[in-house]
Every structure is written in structure tokens, then in C-alpha cells.
């Protein structure tokens, strides 16, 4: 059983854009900061960027200006559109739900099954 239901994951070329989607059920939307995380070949999981229950974003430097997290609570969704993507951005993506102390994966509990972003 899934948690977290995820898609949107691609090939694209650098300087393209994509949509992650990432959806669950209402509570967990509506009580949980969101997040998304990448793990690229051989590197830790980092996280990418959150979203707190009221609003407020927060991102990692690499992906300021080009990265950004929404929700929408009506669709149980959140979502993490990717701009200008370079091949540093290649990684298997993940939405994650939690109390989100840190953007660290410990601070998050629920997670979803991953979509592959791939730039060349």
C-alpha cells in the first residue's frame, strides 16, 4: 500500500520543465508540512523543497528561482514544478509528508515511491 501517490517524472532536455504531482488523503495534506526530495546516482537523499500548512516555502540554494512547491488542498495534491533543468537535476524524486522540524528525510514519515527526472 502506497501512502503517497506520485507522477509527473520525465526525460527532458536542459532548459526544460516538468510537473511532479503527489497526492494522498485529506488529513495528511491538511495536518503535515510537504515536501520533495531527489536522490541522484550514488548521493544522500536531499531535500528539495517544503511547504508548511500555512504557506510559507522553503528551498535548497541549487534550485532557488527555478524550483517551485504548491498545494492544493481541495485535490489532496501538492505539487513541484521544475524549470530550467540541468543535468544536476537528474534524480529519482519524492514527495514526502511530516512534521517537517528540518528538510532532512528523518523529519518526514510518510513518503511516496519515487519519479525518475531525467536531463540530459
Known amino acids: 500500500h502506497v501512502q503517497l501517490v506520485e507522477s509527473g517524472g520525465g526525460s527532458v532536455q536542459s532548459g526544460g520543465s516538468l510537473r511532479l504531482s503527489c497526492t494522498a488523503d485529506?488529513?495528511?495534506?491538511?495536518?503535515?508540512?510537504l515536501a520533495w526530495f531527489r536522490q541522484a546516482p550514488g548521493k544522500e537523499r536531499e531535500g528539495v523543497a517544503d511547504?508548511?500548512?500555512?504557506?510559507?516555502?522553503r528551498y535548497t540554494d541549487s534550485v532557488k528561482g527555478r524550483f517551485y512547491i504548491s498545494k492544493d488542498n481541495a485535490k489532496n495534491t501538492w505539487y513541484l514544478q521544475v524549470n530550467s533543468l540541468k543535468p544536476d537535476d537528474t534524480a529519482v524524486y519524492y514527495c514526502?509528508?511530516?512534521?517537517?522540524?528540518?528538510?532532512?528525510?528523518?523529519?518526514?514519515?510518510?513518503w511516496g515511491q519515487g519519479t525518475q527526472v531525467t536531463v540530459s
Open positions: 511547504i508548511v500548512t500555512h504557506g510559507s516555502t
Open positions: 485529506d488529513l495528511t495534506v491538511t495536518l503535515n508540512t
Open positions: 514526502a509528508a511530516g512534521n517537517g522540524w528540518r528538510l532532512i528525510p528523518s523529519a518526514y514519515s510518510i
